[in-house]
């Protein structure tokens, strides 16, 4: 399992500059023929889901103002 943010400033959207963060995701379940079919069936959806749950949590609190 791999997990990469990489972070790009000064994105323009609707004429704001922001930051912007990519995700770069990259796994190998053991055991062959077997681990690819949990890959595929459960473990690439459930990660994409945790992923982008995380990142919006992570934004919320980055945006959140005291």
Same mark, same amino acid.
């Given at each position: 399992f791999r997990h990469v943010h990489e972070f790009f400033d $000064? /994105?323009?959207l609707d $004429?704001?500059?922001?930051t912007k963060m990519v $995700?770069?995701?990259?796994? $190998?379940?053991p055991l062959g023929p077997i681990g690819r079919a949990v890959e595929t069936? /459960?473990?690439?959806?459930?990660?994409?889901?945790?992923? /982008?749950?995380?990142?919006v949590y992570l934004k919320r609190m980055a945006e959140r103002t005291r």
């Open positions: $000064d /994105v323009f $004429d704001n500059s922001t $995700d770069t995701i990259s796994f $190998d379940a069936l /459960v473990l690439g959806r459930y990660l994409e889901r945790l992923i /982008v749950e995380r990142n």
